[in-house]
Each structure stands twice: as structure tokens, then as C-alpha cells.
């Protein structure tokens, strides 16, 4: 049986794994605190997604747990329900959900969306990684780490929060943001990484331990330079496997009868799988060796993974593209990066709980900052813009969208504006009309839908006393219902109009055999 895990790559896999953790650590607990769930619920479905489904998935790259765009469907449930282990119950049947859409290839869906709108998902995510984490990188944390909507929980939004950066700054966290942001661009120098010791430090590392070093240096300083345990990560403090054992909830099987659970089951699974199957397809994107996702595995992997972090008090957890990209950009090359992630998380938060918990927030922020802007470089733009208009209107259109929005509307209102453009593009050119004196050519030059039949409509009405046309459909392997009733139409007229007309691979019984043999045949017209 071929191994789940490939050890090959574990010299960049491993510092890979450590770089993912740094950057999982404060979503897992943000997404926990927006969604009104205990913080240790975040982690537990990090480690989950990390170890399980990261074992299970047959993505090398993705990374999974607990998901931003669930907070609203999450909160709102447990509110709904009235006990977070009844919600647990959800959680788990969600899983069993996503069990069944892999068992019946649903994940099939994830190949429908543009590459347009897939590129401009993850431009506007880089977008947002960065205007999201200039507060924080600044000492302003009322937002929960992990928002990705543009409207805040705090009655603000991603543009006004940075409106009251000038006023609500730490001058503390801005030292530490501006020492780590210097740190980040150094180690993008071709300096450090021809340097043999310096590239075996990975960056985000690097970052952290200096930003707890600059933290405690700081108390020498006035106090208003000092960071209050509201800038630092916050994780529960466990000193054994009975504390960390007593801080998780089991679900409550009994509420299996209340409808709710049920509704917010389907809820749950219908976006976790939405959501991971538009990071798998961003994600296959990024990966640099083009290697593809088996979504239906996907969806099985996901879906053991919900039932897992239920059943231990976790949220419900989806792939993520945030910490999918910070992968890819920390150079892990299979899914033992994912699965060591999950492993460090684990292991550090039973065991040095207090040493993360003077990570300050300054540090992860500009980490992410980073992330975003490899995500949302402006070489990015002008790679699109030169792919040509078609591509570029859905990527921008969906940058906006999902900016001014959230990830899944923005991504409806981007493959609603790339299927206009498909319409569009369809519509164009795919029929020709070419006449030489009275003889006249009507050419199918592609698949004809209901949307080209105003254009037919027009061509025919044109059509003169004593015209000899000839209507080719041999390059359409599709023509529309209403192109064959337009067409029909056109025969009831033809004889009044003295027109003659011949068909070619129209098909529907040479529509009802030239109409009963009513029509007089005519040699094709020369084209």
C-alpha cells in the first residue's frame, strides 16, 4: 500500500510546517473568539486539519482548519441552538455530509470555476491579508485575526479600521511591526539566501522570537510603549493532559432529534465544501510542481476531518487559502508539511502555552502581510491585463467583489461576470452570412444557443425576393431548441417570400425532412 505521507521532501517540508504554524496559530484562535466558541475549539480544529486531514487529502499542498467564512454560519448557530456541544453535533454531521458528496463525486463542482475568477480570488485575499493586518501590525487588534469580510463585527470596516490607525496606535507594536517588516524584506534579499546559514533561518521564525525579545525589552521603556496581553496571542494555560482534557466538549447526542441540528449540518457542509474546493482549485494554481487534486478525495478527507473535530470540541474546518499559500510560499513541497503543522500545534500548545503567549500579535501580522503581497503583487495584474479582456474584466471584477464583500459572494458575483463574458464570446462570431448576388451563405461557425437567435432572426429578415440560401450547421455539434423553431419558422415562409433554401448538418430529421419535401433543394453556394 503506498504511503499516505512521502518523506522525500522533509528538508522543506519541516521548515515549511514550523512557517504554517506561526501563521495558523492566531487564525485558529481568532476565527475561534469571532464565532463566540471557546478558544481551544480553533485549535483543536487546527490540529485536526493539520494531522488528519492533512493524512488523508490527496492535496500536497492545502492546509485545512478552521475557516473565517464560517464565523457568521457558526456564531449564528450556537446563538440559534442555545449549547455549543449541541452545535458540536452539527459539526459532526456535516461531516458525514461531506462523506456523502465525495461518495457521489460532487467535488466534481470545483473544476467549474474560471481561472479568472480563481486568480482574482486569491489577488483580492493577498488585498485583504494586507489592509486586514495593517492594524494589527500597529497595535490596533479589535478585529479578530482571520477576518476576511469587509463589514467588522466592531460596526467598522476593512477601510475605516485603518482610518483610526493614526489615533489608535501602540508605539510599542509599531516598533515590533516596523523591526519585523525590515526582518521579512531582508530575508528577500538574494544575499540571504545564497548565504547557507541565514537561509537555513526561516523568516517568520526569525520574526517571532525577535518580536518577544523587543517585547520584554520594551518594559525599560514609558509604559505606553508596552504591550498589554491583548497585542499577544492568547492561549489557554494547561499544565497537564487533565487540563488540556478538561477544557474539551463532547457533543450532546441527544439533541440528534432537534431540527435545527439538521439544518445547520447541511448548512455547514454545503459552504466547508464550497469553501475548500475553490482553495483546492486556487491552490493547484499556486503549486509550482501543477500537480492535481482529487476533489472527491477531498470532500472525504474534509468530511472525516468535521467528524473528528466534533466529536473533540473543535470547529468545523475547511482548506484554507491562507495558510494553503503561505505553504507554497515557505517552499513545502508535499502534505508532511501540513501534517507537521498540525503536530507543532499540538505538542505547543500542551506543552509552552506561556512561551506563545508572548508572541505579539505586531510579529504574526506582518508574517501575513507578507503572504498577502506575494499574493497580490502588481506583476499579477499585468499578467492578466496581457491575457486580454475577457480575462481580465471577471479577475478584476472579482477583486473588488471580494474585497467589498466576502469570499463566496465575491466569487458569485465574479463567475456571473465571467459567464456574460462566455455568452458573449460565444455569441461572437458564431455565425457567418456571406452573399454573392442572389445566393447566399448562413454559416453555424460553432455551438448555436438560444442567446444567437435575435441574430439569426435578423440575418433571415434580410434575406431578399429570389435568394438562393444555403444554411451549413456541419461545425455546430449543439443547435438550441429555439434555433430549430426559428428555422421552422423561416420554412412556413419561404415559398411566399420566394426564397429557396438548402440545409446542411442542421439535423432535427433535416428539420422534419426539408418540411416535407416543400422545399426546393439548391445547389451550395460557393463560399
Given at each position: 500500500m503506498k504511503s499516505l505521507l512521502n518523506f522525500k521532501?522533509?528538508?522543506?517540508?519541516?521548515?515549511?510546517?514550523?512557517?504554517?504554524?506561526?501563521?495558523?496559530?492566531?487564525?485558529?484562535?481568532?476565527?475561534?473568539?469571532?464565532?463566540?466558541a471557546?478558544?481551544?475549539?480553533?485549535?483543536?480544529?487546527?490540529?485536526?486539519?493539520?494531522?488528519?486531514?492533512?493524512?488523508?487529502?490527496?492535496?500536497?499542498?492545502?492546509?485545512?482548519?478552521?475557516?473565517?467564512?464560517?464565523?457568521?454560519?457558526?456564531?449564528?448557530?450556537?446563538?440559534?441552538?442555545?449549547?455549543?456541544?449541541?452545535?458540536?453535533?452539527?459539526?459532526?454531521?456535516?461531516?458525514?455530509?461531506?462523506?456523502?458528496?465525495?461518495?457521489?463525486?460532487?467535488?466534481?463542482?470545483?473544476?467549474?470555476?474560471?481561472?479568472?475568477?480563481?486568480?482574482?480570488?486569491?489577488?483580492?485575499?493577498?488585498?485583504?491579508?494586507?489592509?486586514?493586518?495593517?492594524?494589527?501590525?500597529?497595535?490596533?487588534?479589535?478585529?479578530y485575526e482571520g477576518d476576511e469580510d469587509f463589514f467588522q463585527k466592531d460596526g467598522q470596516n476593512t477601510f475605516t479600521e485603518l482610518m483610526r490607525v493614526r489615533e489608535l496606535f501602540n508605539e510599542g507594536a509599531l516598533i515590533i511591526g516596523l523591526v519585523s517588516l525590515g526582518i521579512m524584506i531582508l530575508w528577500e534579499q538574494s544575499f540571504v539566501k545564497k548565504n547557507k546559514v541565514l537561509n537555513m533561518i526561516p523568516a517568520p521564525?526569525?520574526?517571532?522570537?525577535?518580536?518577544?525579545?523587543?517585547?520584554?525589552?520594551l518594559t525599560i521603556l514609558p509604559s505606553f510603549f508596552h504591550l498589554e496581553s491583548s497585542h499577544l496571542v492568547t492561549l489557554p494555560i494547561t499544565n497537564s493532559l487533565s487540563d488540556f482534557s478538561n477544557l474539551i466538549?463532547?457533543?450532546?447526542?441527544?439533541?440528534?432529534?432537534?431540527?435545527?441540528?439538521?439544518?445547520?449540518?447541511?448548512?455547514?457542509?454545503?459552504?466547508?465544501?464550497?469553501?475548500?474546493?475553490?482553495?483546492?482549485?486556487?491552490?493547484?494554481?499556486?503549486?509550482p510542481d501543477s500537480r492535481i487534486t482529487p476533489t472527491n478525495r477531498e470532500l472525504l478527507a474534509q468530511g472525516t476531518g468535521n467528524i473528528v473535530s466534533g466529536l473533540f470540541g473543535g470547529l468545523p474546518l475547511t482548506q484554507v487559502i491562507v495558510r494553503s499559500s503561505a505553504n507554497i510560499q515557505a517552499g513545502g513541497k508535499t502534505n508532511l508539511a501540513t501534517v507537521f503543522h498540525g503536530f507543532i500545534l499540538l505538542i505547543c500548545t500542551l506543552a509552552i502555552p506561556s512561551i506563545l503567549n508572548q508572541i505579539p500579535l505586531a510579529s504574526l501580522a506582518i508574517?501575513?502581510?507578507?503572504?498577502?503581497?506575494?499574493?497580490?503583487?502588481?506583476?499579477?495584474?499585468?499578467?492578466?491585463?496581457?491575457?486580454?479582456?475577457?480575462?481580465?474584466?471577471?479577475?478584476?471584477?472579482?477583486?473588488?467583489?471580494?474585497?467589498?464583500?466576502?469570499?463566496?459572494?465575491?466569487?458569485?458575483?465574479?463567475?456571473?461576470?465571467?459567464?456574460?463574458?462566455?455568452?458573449?464570446?460565444?455569441?461572437?462570431?458564431?455565425?457567418?452570412?456571406m452573399r454573392d448576388g442572389n445566393n447566399v451563405l448562413i454559416q453555424f461557425n460553432k455551438d448555436i444557443f438560444y442567446f444567437n437567435k435575435s441574430?439569426?432572426?435578423?440575418?433571415?429578415?434580410?434575406?431578399?425576393?429570389?435568394?438562393?440560401?444555403?444554411?451549413?450547421?456541419?461545425?455546430?455539434?449543439?443547435?438550441?431548441?429555439?434555433?430549430?423553431?426559428?428555422?421552422?419558422?423561416?420554412?412556413?415562409?419561404?415559398?411566399?417570400?420566394?426564397?429557396?433554401?438548402?440545409?446542411?448538418?442542421?439535423?432535427?430529421?433535416?428539420l422534419n425532412y426539408e418540411k416535407n419535401n416543400a422545399i426546393v433543394s439548391k445547389a451550395p453556394v460557393s463560399k
Open positions: 521532501h522533509i528538508k522543506s517540508d519541516l521548515p515549511s510546517g514550523l512557517v504554517v504554524f506561526l501563521v495558523a496559530l492566531p487564525l485558529c484562535l481568532g476565527v475561534a473568539l469571532a464565532s463566540g471557546p478558544l481551544i475549539s480553533g485549535v483543536i480544529a487546527g490540529v485536526v486539519g493539520g494531522i488528519l486531514v492533512g493524512t488523508l487529502s490527496g492535496s500536497q499542498l492545502g492546509v485545512s482548519g478552521p475557516a473565517a467564512g464560517l464565523t457568521v454560519i457558526v456564531l449564528n448557530a450556537i446563538t440559534e441552538i442555545g449549547a455549543y456541544d449541541s452545535f458540536l453535533l452539527a459539526v459532526v454531521l456535516a461531516g458525514f455530509f461531506q462523506i456523502v458528496l465525495g461518495a457521489v463525486k460532487a467535488g466534481v463542482i470545483g473544476y467549474y470555476f474560471p481561472s479568472s475568477v480563481i486568480k482574482g480570488m486569491l489577488t483580492a485575499i493577498g488585498i485583504i491579508i494586507i489592509l486586514k493586518q495593517i492594524p494589527h501590525a500597529m497595535g490596533i487588534d479589535l478585529d521564525l526569525l520574526v517571532v522570537v525577535i518580536g518577544i525579545i523587543l517585547n520584554n525589552g466538549q463532547l457533543p450532546n447526542f441527544s439533541a440528534i432529534s432537534n431540527p435545527i441540528i439538521w439544518k445547520t449540518a447541511g448548512v455547514i457542509a454545503i459552504i466547508a465544501s464550497l469553501e475548500t474546493l475553490l482553495s483546492v482549485e486556487a491552490t493547484d494554481k499556486l503549486d508574517v501575513l502581510i507578507m503572504v498577502g503581497y506575494k499574493l497580490a503583487k502588481p506583476s499579477i495584474f499585468k499578467q492578466v491585463f496581457k491575457e486580454g479582456q475577457d480575462q481580465f474584466v471577471p479577475f478584476a471584477i472579482t477583486v473588488v467583489a471580494v474585497v467589498f464583500t466576502d469570499l463566496l459572494k465575491g466569487i458569485g458575483i465574479g463567475v456571473f461576470v465571467a459567464m456574460i463574458y462566455i455568452l458573449y464570446t460565444n455569441y461572437k462570431g458564431s455565425m457567418s452570412f441574430e439569426l432572426k435578423q440575418k433571415l429578415a434580410s434575406l431578399q425576393e429570389g435568394d438562393n440560401v444555403f444554411i451549413d450547421g456541419v461545425k455546430a455539434s449543439f443547435i438550441d431548441h429555439d434555433i430549430y423553431i426559428t428555422l421552422e419558422e423561416f420554412q412556413r415562409e419561404v415559398k411566399a417570400r420566394n426564397i429557396d433554401v438548402e440545409f446542411k448538418g442542421i439535423s432535427r430529421k433535416q
